[in-house]
């Protein structure tokens, strides 16, 4: 042996993960992701970050927060800091149904079940409805994190078009009508009918009751995740659909928007024969919600405005969702296309023809921007010349400073396929890997 | 040993950050658990006040890609004086920098596939198609593009098919301005350390990649169980020590000091084949310096220690 090698060890083979033959089939596509680490560099103070979707809390009363809190620990420290009730706490549960009442929803306590944020309900239903195998319903494109728990329980996702009204009757009718002449079973139509993430747009008043009869007609499930409902800038809030169907939708609801993600309080209203799997579920996955967070959820309910503050938010994201459309009008090139919502945090745009977001992530985080590439929100590949703009983080003039970055790097991408040619085939690059559910990407 | 307090520079604003700070947080815990006192700090406007206010004996720069990788921030850690682990500025310029690691490489007679570097205005001027067939022409198939400047396998791809060739390119441009179009060398991929604590460059234990997809990519690189790696590789003594002998001499030619990592092919015919070298190589749970530490009976706290000592003990570098 040369002079240049230590004595070596007996020769090993690893694999450096020592349970790689045990996992699961359903983690095969767990793997690293280009697009993942390059959202690490987004987190930098310098990059615009138009990609994460985390709610801008800055205004909160902090002090009140604080107080209701320290009072919480003073007053039911023992209860607070015990395992509860796997259903949710009671009065927690009161609450959240004067809290869904102002989207037309007449529940009873008994019928909500708390959760972890409404990303666990999601969880949990598909859990208790959900097959290998089976089909979900889900719009085009759809949330993320959906997308990841409809992938865990090995669902196939077929996915509906929308447009500026939402989900589209005739498609959501033909997508039924072919999934069951081939014998597929469906298990539910999962929407987010206002301020879709990351579609923008809202189910109009005039399809909601298309969508439902179509569903009723089917036979057909609704969950109806409603994350962004009381973020509206310029309308009351929608009626949900579950307030004019309740056999025949859950609807998940979540505090992470109105009030604070980490406490991670969402809900699921099920009708009742659904709740009880529903609770067993949750028993089975945490024993019981966090009782800490719910009671302080309950405790800012209780003290505070919580509706004046909705209203802070909806003006704050108001007034981000003008500079980014403004930013957009002024700068973005003439061939690229967006909506404008109404409501929630996002904008969706579609890139002129023959770019690639994903394949043009790379760039971006170069020129110190960041947003979510389109296939995120595609379980099947699709989403590649469009993007998901979150508008709902940065001031306004960071988000008017990312538009102007971003549209450099489409220029830049513009002439590289100008040079190879539109219609080039794009390279293994960025494709592989496990791009989602993540915070960066929710 | 002399040095007591040491600064890991993980992070950065390179495509690699994520990995950057993987390999900071292995190398902090690694002197941590040899009683190392240890700070991991990202590089940010903030640095050069808290290296200047608090100055440590030594500062690790683990930062991939560029800005760490290209000898950027070391320079600025000479400006303020501040000793380093690795490699001077101008030796990290030239060994990031694929073509001119390969020119000089070459010079000193070492085996580097055929190639050529290209910047995207190149095809703008003179065309995409004529450019592309010249390539073509000139180094056949398969080749492989990337990123002059770079690592991870970020934006790199192979091409086997003539039509691929421009979506390799658009997908090497989108990490970097100029691309390396170069042939694929089939056979044995193998990474060599070479390290030099105070007498001399040596290699360790060369690690075989065998990645199951057959593609060495990001996903290969940093998901465990998707790679299976041979260490010591399975080759012939003669062909561990010709790796070995490659990975000093490129180690050598590039004027690097204290660590490196050269990636190699061992082609059928038991040629080895310099691609590139790193002089902040990967230190992640599933990087290959690590596994060929570990293979040659070293502690990897114990073993950047002696590095550090090294670095902390070596002459302070003039400035003219």
Partial sequence: MSEHLPRPRPSGSTRLDGYVDRYAARTRGMTASEIRALFSVASRPEVVSLAGGMPNISGLPLDVVGDAVADLVHARGTVAMQYGSGQGDPRLREQICEVMRLEGIDAHPDDVVVTVGSQQAVDLVTRIFCDPGDVVICEAPSYVGALGVFKAYECDVVHVEMDEHGLVPQALRDAIATVEAAGRRIKFVYTIPNYHNPAGVSLSPQRRPEILEICREADVLVLEDNPYGLLGFDEEPYRALRADEADGVIYLGSFSKTFAPGFRVGWALAPHAVREKLVLAQESATLCPPSFSQLAVSAYLERHDWRGQVKQFRELYRERRDAMVEALDDMMPAAARWNVPTGGFYVWLTLPPGLDAKAMLPRAVTSRVAFVPGTAFFADGFGAQSMRLSYCYPTPERIREGVRRLVGVIEEELELRETFGTAVPLARGTGRGYDGPHTDLT | ?320
């Fill in chain 2, 1 to 320: 040993m002399s040095a007591t307090r040491v600064v890991v520079l993980a992070g950065g604003l390179s495509h690699e950050r994520d990995v950057s700070l993987r390999s900071g947080r292995r190398v902090a815990e690694a002197l941590r658990g040899i009683g190392v006192e240890v700070e991991e700090r990202d590089v940010d406007a903030g640095l050069l006040a808290t290296l200047r206010d608090d100055r440590p004996d030594c500062v690790l720069p683990l930062l991939h890609g560029e800005s760490g990788e290209d000898g950027a921030v070391r320079e600025v850690l000479e400006l303020v004086d501040v000793p380093y682990l690795g490699s001077r500025p101008i030796a990290c310029r030239s060994a990031f920098d694929k073509p001119v690691a390969k020119a000089v490489v070459a010079r000193a007679g070492l085996h580097t596939p055929a190639g050529v570097a290209l910047p995207h205005q190149t095809f703008r001027e003179l065309g995409a198609a004529p450019v592309m067939a010249a390539i073509l022409d000139s180094l056949g198939l398969p080749l492989v593009v990337k990123p002059t400047r770079g690592g991870s396998a970020l934006g790199c791809t192979a091409v086997r098919d003539p039509a691929g060739l421009a979506g390799a390119m658009v997908s090497a441009f989108a990490y970097g301005d100029t691309a390396l179009v170069e042939r694929l060398v089939a056979g044995r991929e193998v990474a060599v350390p070479v390290v030099d604590t105070g007498d001399g460059p040596r290699a360790l234990p060369v690690v075989e990649i065998d990645p199951d997809g057959g593609v060495y990519d990001y996903a290969a690189r940093y998901t465990a169980g998707s790679t299976r790696f041979e260490v010591p590789a399975k080759l012939s003594d003669d062909l561990a020590e010709e790796c070995a002998r490659v990975a000093v001499a490129a180690h050598r030619a590039l004027g690097l000091r204290d660590l490196s990592r050269s990636d190699l092919i061992v082609d059928d015919a038991g040629t080895v084949w310099f691609l590139e070298v790193n002089v902040a190589p990967g230190m992640t749970e599933t990087s290959t310096v690590p596994l060929s530490v570990a293979a040659a009976g070293l502690d990897l706290g114990g073993l950047v220690a002696d590095l550090v000592r090294t670095a902390v003990d070596r002459p302070r570098p003039e400035r003219s």
